[in-house]
């Protein structure tokens, strides 16, 4: 049995998406950075006793993508990347929260973009728990992995002169999550 983690209580938890954050970031062109954000972000965390017997689902809103520049959100909305008019949601459903130190954990599940479903590692840490304004208790998280996209069909292959690719394969994830106990 896996202790919680120090503030963090037993119960169902709902993801509260005006206060979390799901972030990529790819290379473009081999040199720099470009970092965009995934909307409409929704889910509930089931927290047992037993931190390792606990589960979480989530999903976002592909639509939403947004990296301030609308023209690439466009594309990226398209059937190169996305797919979000046939594929609007991009799911996560957990399948195990391993290592647990302290507020620092693996959770492992599936990821679902493009209607691809691929399992995907989490480096997670659990950041405290508080009561807000408004006599609700919250609880933060934050998770880290890094992708594939071509894993999940987003075939893009522009390359330059020489030879890599104008966008990244490895696609980098950061979440933050803020949930709100149920009562």
């Keep these: 049995m896996s202790t919680l983690p120090t503030g963090l209580t037993a119960g169902t938890w709902n993801i509260d998406g005006a206060h979390s954050d799901f972030a990529f ?5 081999g040199v720099s950075k470009v970092r965009g954000n995934i909307y409409g972000i929704e889910g509930v965390l089931q927290i047992a006793e037993d931190f390792t017997a606990s589960s979480v689902r989530a999903s976002a809103d592909a639509a939403t993508v947004s990296t301030a520049n609308e023209q690439r959100d466009e594309h990226l909305k398209s059937g190169d990347f996305f797919l979000a008019s046939e594929h609007p949601q991009i799911t996560f459903a957990s399948t195990a929260i391993t290592g647990v130190d ?3 954990f693996t959770l492992e599940g599936t990821l679902t973009l ?3 479903e691929r399992p995907v590692s989490f480096k997670a840490e659990f950041n405290g728990a508080n009561e807000d304004p408004y006599g609700n208790t919250v609880a933060g ?3 880290t992995t890094a992708i594939s ?3 999940f ?3 893009f292959d522009a390359k330059l002169p020489g030879g890599d ?4 394969d490895k696609i980098q994830l950061a ?3 803020e949930a709100v106990k149920q009562a």
């Design 25 to 29: 970031t790819a290379r473009h062109a």
């Design 165 to 168: 690719l104008l966008v990244s």
């Design 153 to 155: 069909g987003m075939s």
């Design 149 to 151: 996209r071509k894993d």
């Design 114 to 116: 493009r209607g691809v």
């Design 102 to 104: 302290g507020p620092e």
């Design 141 to 143: 998280f934050s998770a």
């Design 175 to 177: 979440i933050e999550i």
